[in-house]
């Protein structure tokens, strides 16, 4: 039991799972959260469409009660995330003009992070701008700002929060190729501008009985000399799910676990969710299931043992 401890114990930060207002009156999901996980990321009330749907209107309720939440228990908080080219409203993809949309990065980051200032352990400060081949993703913020946007970012969170932890995060740097290539070349050009950055996030949204070299592309993000966290971690099993399948997945959550106890600078894990019932797969990946520790109906799955064992 007590993931969150057991990996303290390793000398980890944190095993982390989301909570938002889908879930944080639900008594399962609360009662899971305070007994196995030590910090929480919101799954989407701090993104850009939650927190400014309109310019200059900001709306907090939301992410304010998971930040609430997780001071009063103690929980370390992922701020998730200030720029990404998805959840993203229209007023702001359709800014054309570069002293424009600097300062509506500025205006949203210095608001966001301002008002959370001393309360995040770290930001996701940018999410997903890279594609699969390594190019920069065709998102407002590259087209008119160029690669300049992401220092934009960075220096803008910093200085809104200066203890803030700041991260580059993004998918699909589970295996070797173009894309983290690209990554971790971007890392080292931003470090030699001396933009602040503090960690790179893989997000590890993994198919079961699909992982690459897990463990091998952790450390060649933790090589960058930034921390490295595993920020959404889930491991989908493709339709149907069978007792041969949920085995391989309690193998692959030990894996992608003991990946990061083996990368001295990977801080922490967090599960994108507690309930299979509650899982984004559900809705956006149609032909597979059952991702998370804990069942349709808040059972532990053999992938809590994994986990558990595993530490
Ligand atoms: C997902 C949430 O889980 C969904 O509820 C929401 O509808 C869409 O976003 N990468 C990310 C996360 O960085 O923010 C995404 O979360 C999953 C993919």
């Known amino acids: 039991g007590a993931l969150d401890a057991k990996i303290k114990a390793k000398g980890k930060k944190y095993y982390g799972n989301i909570i938002d207002s889908n879930t944080i009156n639900t008594a399962q999901v609360t009662n899971i959260l305070n007994t196995e996980f030590g910090a929480v990321t919101p799954e989407y009330s701090m993104k850009w469409e939650a927190t400014e749907p309109n310019q200059g209107q900001f709306t907090f309720a939301n992410a304010d009660a998971v930040a609430n939440w997780a001071s009063s228990r103690g929980k370390l908080l992922r701020g998730h995330t200030l720029l990404w080219h998805k959840q993203l409203p229209g007023w702001v993809s359709n800014i054309i003009d570069k002293s424009t949309l600097t300062q509506v990065i500025r205006d949203h980051i210095n608001a966001v992070v301002g008002r959370y200032k001393g309360k995040v352990y770290a930001w996701d400060v940018v999410n997903e701008v890279l594609e699969d081949n390594g190019n920069f993703r065709n998102s407002v913020f590259y087209r008119v700002l ?23 995060n993004d998918y699909n740097l589970d295996y070797n190729g173009p894309k983290i290539n690209a990554t971790i070349a971007l890392i080292k050009r931003l470090k030699a501008r001396g933009t602040p950055i503090d960690g790179v996030g893989t997000q590890a949204h993994l198919i079961v009985g699909n992982l690459a070299p897990f463990d091998e592309t952790l450390k060649r993000l933790a090589s960058t000399g930034l921390d490295v966290a595993i920020t959404e971690l889930d491991i989908r099993i493709a339709k149907p799910v069978d007792a041969a399948k949920l085995a391989q997945q ?24 507690v309930s299979d019932r509650n899982s984004w797969v559900d809705g956006t990946f149609p ?25």
Request: hydrophobic content about 35%.
């Open 250 to 273: 309690q193998k692959d959550y030990a894996t992608v676990t003991r990946s990061c106890l083996t990368t001295p600078r990977c801080v922490g894990i967090t599960i994108w969710g």
């Open 146 to 168: 160029g690669e300049d946007f992401v220092d934009l970012a960075f220096r803008t969170a910093r200085a809104a929060d200066p203890k803030a932890k700041l991260y580059i």
């Open 287 to 311: 032909d597979y299931d059952s991702p998370l520790l804990w069942d349709d109906d808040f059972r532990e799955k053999s992938a809590y043992t994994g986990v558990d064992n595993a530490l």
